[in-house]
């Protein structure tokens, strides 16, 4: 197990076994000579870049791909030895920072070639990224061909690899990325007989693993999945093969109030209360990626086994009605997201429901904003995991 800080008020729980079982179920379903690149972007989709890439390493991972510049270097300087992509989100000054800590450039423009030429002093590796519709990044599909010959002209240049980006979230935008992996497979064929390469070529996601889409590429490249995230719209895919990386959010009690009949409760909303109300207050709030729920929505967290309402958050507090509860007591545990016995679980889905928004939005809130536990390789309850918050400064 290892953590990122020790405020024991307040902690969230990565399940990093559950990470490497749904890089297993991965690998099952598009073959073991397929390559997996595992995406770590954006802090490893909100779970820690870092622990999250050493997993993926011991897991097998043929490479790893993120944007920012940072958490690629620190990744690095974990010790993580993998191939680790830079997918297009670096500036010309950066690249003396890739090449140094041998990270591969992404490469879709000719000024990007020249300044990655300029600056190697020997020959390195660098991957092409081809444009098919997502509109974003990416040299111009029938451009590509000719731009990846341009770079074998200068000098301490390699292309080892030539990827695109297909998503799909329904049935239209499926069909529309099956007409797009045509043009892709079309080049990748074209490379081979023209000599350029061998080369890892990829253009399918998460949510072609689990549609269950196949192509002539030898890679894939999945971030969701991993995470246990499904890619598609509500409703549009079976997820229940893979398991979610939150295992859990929670805080204790800090609070235990009663307010009279008429009273106000603030930024809840609830001013002049119809009835007396035993609410309680946690550490947990909008600067830890909390939110009021949407104009409608009733949010709820766990308490001693039942669902109670969220009435409130605020800066650094979430206040919930504990009028159902007997004998509230300080520092009893209450959980965000998670599991008690007798309750109906709390997932990132709930959450995302309650605020109208989606479960990778909602872990994106959550994102390095509370104190994380990494479960590793051991059996372990919450409340030995929480205590570990209170009572060590390291955990290994």
């Known amino acids: 197990m290892r953590r990122r800080t020790?405020?024991?008020?307040?902690?969230?729980?990565?399940?990093?076994?559950?990470?490497?079982?749904?890089?297993?179920?991965?690998?099952?379903?598009?073959?073991?000579?397929?390559?997996v690149i595992a995406s770590?972007?954006?802090?490893?989709?909100?779970?820690?870049?870092?622990?999250?890439?050493?997993?993926?390493?011991?897991?097998?991972?043929?490479?790893?791909?993120?944007?920012?510049?940072?958490?690629?270097?620190?990744?690095r300087e974990a010790g993580v030895g993998l191939p680790i992509l830079m997918f297009g989100g670096f500036l010309p000054a950066d690249v003396p920072r890739l090449l140094q800590h041998?990270?591969?450039?992404?490469?879709?423009?000719?000024?990007?070639?020249?300044?990655?030429?300029?600056?190697?002093?020997?020959?390195?590796?660098v991957y092409v990224k081809v444009e098919c519709g997502l509109g974003r990044l990416g040299v111009p599909?029938?451009?590509?061909?000719?731009?990846?010959?341009?770079?074998?002209?200068?000098?301490?240049?390699?292309?080892?690899?030539v990827y695109t980006h297909l998503p799909f979230f329904d049935a239209?935008?499926?069909?529309?990325?099956e007409r797009q992996l045509k043009g892709f497979d079309d080049l990748a064929a074209g490379l081979e007989q023209s000599g350029i390469g061998p080369l890892v070529t990829q253009a399918l996601a998460s949510s072609a693993v689990l549609e269950g889409l196949t192509d002539r590429c030898n890679a894939v490249c999945v971030g969701h999945l991993l995470y246990g995230l499904s890619p598609m719209a509500p409703g549009e895919a079976d997820l229940?093969?893979?398991?979610?990386?939150?295992?859990?959010?929670?805080?204790?009690?800090?609070?235990?109030?009663?307010?009279?009949?008429?009273?106000?409760?603030?930024?809840?909303?609830?001013?002049?209360?119809?009835?007396?109300?035993?609410?309680?207050?946690?550490?947990?709030?909008?600067?830890?990626?909390?939110?009021?729920?949407?104009?409608?929505?009733?949010?709820?967290?766990?308490?001693?086994?039942?669902?109670?309402?969220?009435i409130g958050v605020s800066l650094e507090h979430m206040t919930i009605d504990l009028s159902a509860l007997a004998t509230p007591v300080l520092e009893e545990t209450v959980l965000v997201l998670g599991a008690m016995a007798g309750?109906?679980?709390?997932?990132?889905?709930?959450l995302a429901v309650w605020r109208s928004s989606a479960p990778l939005e909602v872990a994106m809130t959550l994102s390095d904003r509370i104190p994380t536990i990494f479960a590793d390789g051991e059996q372990h309850s919450s409340t030995d995991l929480q205590s570990n918050l209170v009572s060590q400064t390291s955990v290994s």
């Open 172 to 177: 239209a935008s499926r069909a529309r990325s």
């Open 102 to 125: 041998n990270l591969i450039p992404t490469l879709y423009n000719k000024e990007m070639a020249e300044t990655v030429s300029a600056a190697a002093a020997r020959e390195v590796e």
């Open 343 to 350: 309750a109906q679980p709390i997932d990132l889905e709930d």
């Open 6 to 35: 020790s405020n024991p008020g307040a902690w969230a729980i990565v399940d990093l076994d559950a990470l490497e079982y749904n890089y297993r179920e991965i690998v099952r379903r598009v073959g073991s000579d397929v390559r």
């Open 240 to 310: 229940s093969a893979f398991r979610p990386v939150l295992k859990e959010v929670g805080a204790r009690l800090i609070h235990v109030g009663h307010h009279p009949a008429g009273g106000d409760i603030g930024m809840g909303g609830l001013y002049g209360i119809a009835k007396a109300m035993k609410i309680g207050v946690i550490p947990l709030g909008m600067q830890n990626g909390m939110r009021a729920p949407a104009p409608g929505k009733t949010a709820e967290v766990l308490i001693r086994g039942r669902r109670v309402p969220s």
């Open 40 to 75: 770590i972007k954006a802090n490893a989709y909100g779970f820690g870049a870092v622990a999250c890439a050493k997993r993926l390493e011991k897991a097998g991972s043929f490479a790893l791909a993120t944007g920012n510049v940072e958490e690629a270097i620190a990744v």
């Open 141 to 161: 599909l029938e451009e590509a061909f000719a731009y990846i010959g341009s770079i074998h002209a200068l000098p301490n240049l390699r292309v080892a690899g």
